[in-house]
């Protein structure tokens, strides 16, 4: 099956989270707002499509599969799981592997809002005050409370390994490896030192960043940087 | 099969999505941190279900099923969508629930920062001027934009009924309705002027709270009162 993903084309966003899904599971997929509008890419074609879907996407990214169009960073993950080799088979493990990518969900959340505590409304440059105490609590008490679970579920996953769940990758240890990932560009020192002290977390980033298809797709070129436009942003007036 | 919720007992908080679900269904389940200590209940026995399991939940709520424990209210209605006829059959009317139920959970963190946009760490009286920001941002331009897509959504529902979703109710109905009904205890005036403008999503209202199983907890005393401890609270000096 082709997939048509749909993004924001300048960010990583919550758009790489499916993109490391599907280059893990070698799926063959267009990137359509990256493509130009020559080619039927571009945000206008993003736009109209959620303009004239019966089932509209609130928000990018969506996933277009066939005649079905699916929203939502973990849903999208969820219906590819299976398809692409990226879930345990049983029932029990599919919810557990989602349940652990909502969690980050919520992180990534509190992670963009260090930078925008009064919402997207606002600019960045009309709440860096509160950004700056939003952000110090984050790094003190949000980053710690949110690693130390994570480093947990590694410590009691019976697998072999350096995953979450079995002993075998699945798109929540790829989304966990791209959290600390925008972590580690938005927060630097801060991430560093509580890395130090989750050795298991750093491990699975590097066994994620590692792997062969993953290795490829960073070293192509095709994987964005980190920017300021992006969900994790590097200001250093807000420390960390 | 006998289904365990454990929720902080004083609050509707996101526990409620999930009652409502067990309610509509006719589930067999026990509230456990609303009882007593001496029947193995409190907030006492849900800390230590949290430190123990083998895969631990992050937060409350969670439900054990058997041997199994689920945590993420969204991850939760997945899995009793099926189990309480509150989803349709086929797997992609499952997605696009789940779908609607994640863009809610969206709306509900947006809802929440209103008064803790610097985070949970703070106390309201700490943030009640950038609360004050957030909130008047939130009912200008977030309601509006939601509740449109919601309303757009039953629009674009070709099932019969009030429902977003084919011709019968289904889980995210039953969240739409507790959202608004939390708006209206939150910011009445706005969310009054906001649903007169949005006939579909007030009859949906109308239609969840008129439902005989719905009806009777309500009636029962057993749905705990919004209040200021909760995801949705009244605090005159915000507005709305």
């Not at 004239?52 to 960073?73: E, H, K, N, S, Y």
Request: no cysteine.
């Amino acid at each position: 099956m082709k997939y048509l993903l749909y993004y924001w084309p300048e960010i990583q966003g919550r758009g790489e989270f499916v993109r490391l899904a599907l280059e893990e599971g070698g799926a063959d997929y267009v990137d359509v707002a990256r493509l130009s509008e020559e080619e039927g890419g571009g945000v206008p074609a993003m736009m109209r499509f959620m303009e004239d879907a019966g089932r509209p996407p609130f928000a990018p990214p969506f996933l277009v599969a066939g005649r079905q169009a699916i929203a939502q960073t973990a849903n999208i993950l969820l219906f590819l799981g299976p398809r692409l080799g990226l879930v345990p088979r049983d029932a029990a493990g599919k919810l557990w592997v989602h349940q652990l990518q909502l969690t980050l969900a919520d992180l990534v959340v509190e992670a963009h809002d260090t930078h925008h505590p009064l919402g997207p409304t606002f600019y960045y440059e009309d709440q860096e005050r509160e950004a700056k105490r939003r952000t110090r609590a984050f790094i003190a008490e949000r980053i710690p409370k949110f690693l130390d679970y994570f480093e947990r579920v590694i410590e009691r996953n019976p697998g072999r390994g350096p995953w979450m769940v079995g002993s075998a990758v699945t798109y929540a240890d790829l989304s966990m490896a791209q959290v600390i990932a925008g972590l580690r560009f938005a927060f630097p020192n801060a991430t560093r030192k509580a890395l130090a002290r989750r050795p298991r977390l750093a491990k699975l980033h590097d066994a994620v960043f590692a792997r062969p298809r993953i290795r490829r797709y960073a070293d192509s070129g095709r994987r964005i940087p980190f920017n300021n436009d992006g969900l994790f942003r590097r200001y250093r007036e807000l420390g960390g």
